[in-house]
């Protein structure tokens, strides 16, 4: 994911059973194997949005992104998150130059933004820019910590480019929803990929419940 | 359970080490295997309350349980619920009926009550004026059922005796908190019951986090 | 509200100027008063389920209905609750007696039931053994309660239809999730009177932010 | 706070009194005023850990602080968060620089550090070197945001000193698990000192119960 980034599976206990059952315990029945008539039922659930079904499974990723990225992702309230810590532990000196395509420009309103590539120059100035932003912050961040100033006020020099790392912990109703907002259009380029990567792997888990997201439109339920 | 309940494990992704490596990720730190010291670690933060990194796993269970344990349980907003339903399916006519032993007086101001049994003939008494008002109102719920009046109307007149059933997913903090108040002195003996086999269940997956719950008075961080 | 019911809005901070100065935080900018234009932001926010911006305010509401009721209600996690225990407190004699148009048929499938009236004989005979299980429930809770049986366990014996009383806190968006669900047509007629009467009490407190949910077809954000 | 922050209550609906009639409801009662005795009950629940009853009210702050503070902030799972948007508007070149006073170096280990003054010259060069970013990293940014470049991307350069601005919606009972874990002495003094402002807020509208919260060594129920 990006220049030093990565969204890992780190465990699941998911699968269209657990949804299945789940949905028809409202009728006191339970089965052991997934039916034909099931994937019906699951497109049902998804398109009325009976929400709760989708929520008795979880997925713990291990993700690590920019600052400016993660900060996106907490605001998901429904999920479990731990993250590295500037104040425990010394500031990775990874931050993130974006490839020369994914340096754009927008076009349009707030909210309604799109977004066009840069021509090359400006593409590498933007690059070259960063990186040195990105090392005068770390060097001082560096000199001012060996010179003795706690990590946790040195830190303030650290740019929102820096990779960070965390735990996330949620469940497929919660996903539906981090990837209907983070992998749609209006998100910026950035977090989609990471969204995109985690629907890859939420879909290989549940695949009749990934796809009948798909069909709905990719609305969460 | 009681008379005609169960707590059943229906899946887990639950660990120890997701404890450990959740906590030590502030550090960017991870490892494969528990060593010692980290048991040392899981009572630190179970202590010192630092409670994120006991939400990175998830229990399902399967339950039965009479509707006033139910109303109990379903206050416990952090977790996930799928209930049987009157609306869309018959009532069961399993009721709880106490032991003899369990037929109890209460001792002493609200909120600080006490339990005593009582003597053995009114706790015969009870068991069979319960039964006797159990069979009315179920003879009744089937005899408007059978009339034509609708389920979710004729439903009214089951007692909150009547066995539900239901899952429940729920990550270990939230767990600890549950059996923090169910298990406790001050709960109703019967909610008590199945919180202790809940804590049970947890025990067997996370032996190291509830040895460290269990050492902190079974407060949940 | 229903036979012996009510809901009361006892206390809120909600006004539609929280919702577009909490989304203009966005911009840095933040007004004293509602101008023309500020009708449109929150039509859009509604139709683009912007929602966080509807969740800066509270509406604190005292509830009476029957237990049935309650527990459909309590199963929406974000807001707060705080009820009548039939463990501290002794059990209410009021118990839910629909008038005889409200005594009701279904017809159809679980999930798209609709409802039709009874014929009146009918009503009345459903109306006459509902009172009846009552009266026999409330009279053996009380005989067993007066020897010295503990009221959280002779409460075994009240009807899902007796009434409860309760405080329920909740913001604008988890209010118009409830509405969405509990004034649908597909809701239990009992709780749509409840989930109606909120609507109303929102509406009043949040004229222009109610009016964009009924546009959006009652959709929450 | 700090050097370009603030705290401002925006709203509120608290008051102790709806501390005592949410418990009281449990017992079917409810009073117009407080009485003497309901200080007592108010230091009970606290005590014993009945929380819900802290929730019926709720606190909307606006709140202008750093970056890192807000990081911190956000974690903060129950409450409702709406923030200044660096996609949308450019970023503002407010940044935070310590007083000399705390400039501060950390001792012990990781999870109980304490922390000292650095000798003023070190305090004097911390400060003169956080400037020189963030002025090459303001200047960077407007200058990649003037040929063009989104403002999305080009944030990349800005540090976690930059302030951002935000509403925050809670009620007591988070608010106090907020404080109980922000005003800590563990806690980074920048935060610190925005906590201690949320509670003197909380204080002035609900006296009672903050008197009770202290008296439980600032514990939230």
Chains 1, 2, 3, 4 share one sequence.
């Not at 909210?111 to 590539?117: D, T, W």
């Not at 040195?132 to 740019?159: D, M, N, S």
Request: charged fraction near 30%; aromatic fraction near 12%; charge should be negative.
């Amino acid at each position: 994911m990006l220049d030093h980034g990565f969204v890992r599976l780190d465990g699941a206990m998911a699968d269209d059973l657990s949804v299945v059952n789940s949905a028809r315990v409202s009728f006191g029945r339970r089965v052991d194997e997934l039916s034909d008539a099931d994937a019906g039922l699951i497109r049902f659930l998804m398109r009325e949005r009976h929400g709760t079904p989708f929520e008795h499974n979880s997925f713990r990723f291990h993700v690590r992104c920019p600052l400016f990225v993660a900060r996106e992702w907490f605001r998901h309230r429904v999920g479990s998150f731990n993250e590295f810590s500037m104040r425990y532990a010394k500031a990775t000196d990874d931050f993130y130059v974006p490839e020369p395509d994914d340096v754009r420009t927008q076009v349009g309103k707030p909210g309604a933004y799109s977004f066009e590539p840069v021509h090359a120059e400006l593409a590498q100035t933007t690059r070259d820019e960063l990186r040195a932003v990105y090392e005068h912050a770390y060097e001082t961040y560096e000199r001012l910590v060996e010179q003795g100033v706690a990590r946790e006020l040195a830190r303030a020099a650290i740019p929102v480019g820096a990779y960070t790392e965390f735990y996330w912990t949620v469940n497929a109703r919660a996903l539906m929803n981090f990837v209907s907002l983070r992998a749609a259009e209006t998100a910026q380029r950035e977090i989609r990929r990471y969204a995109e990567a985690v629907e890859r792997l939420f879909a290989e888990k549940m695949p009749i419940t990934h796809a009948a997201f798909v069909a709905n439109d990719r609305t969460a339920p």
